[in-house]
């Protein structure tokens, strides 16, 4: 997926690896990345966060209470806001922020 705007991820977004554990997922965002609180990137049918790529050349936020899953390439800072849970890694140019939030 490509978006040329910036992205703001709302609800519950399915990620589907239809039975393939190898199922990869790439995401390129031109603008800026931010979540919704309490939304999930969920995972589904063998999908896994190792797969998963968000390239992202502005600057992401993971609100509050929010579940994410994947690698985050960032061109502008990372902020992981209170109580949001990120499972992958967080890298990019500028600076991660974690406010009372869990990496894993």
């Known amino acids: 997926m490509?978006?040329?705007?910036?992205?703001a991820l709302t609800g519950t977004p399915t990620l589907d690896g239809q039975s393939d554990p190898d199922a990869v997922?790439?995401?390129?965002?031109?603008?800026?990345?931010t979540t919704a609180a309490g939304s999930t990137v969920l995972l589904v049918?063998?999908?896994?966060?190792?797969n998963v790529m968000w390239q992202v050349q502005?600057?992401?936020?993971?609100?509050?209470s929010s579940r994410f899953a994947g690698t985050v390439l960032a061109a502008g800072g990372i902020t992981v806001g209170a109580d949001a849970r990120l499972a992958?890694?967080?890298?990019?140019?500028?600076?991660v922020t974690l406010a009372g939030s869990t990496l894993s």
Request: net charge neutral; charged share 5%.
């Open 45 to 50: 049918n063998g999908a896994q966060a190792a």
């Open 58 to 64: 502005g600057a992401v936020g993971l609100v509050a």
């Open 88 to 95: 992958g890694r967080a890298l990019t140019y500028g600076a």
């Open 2 to 7: 490509h978006s040329t705007a910036a992205l």
């Open 25 to 33: 997922f790439i995401v390129q965002v031109d603008a800026a990345l």
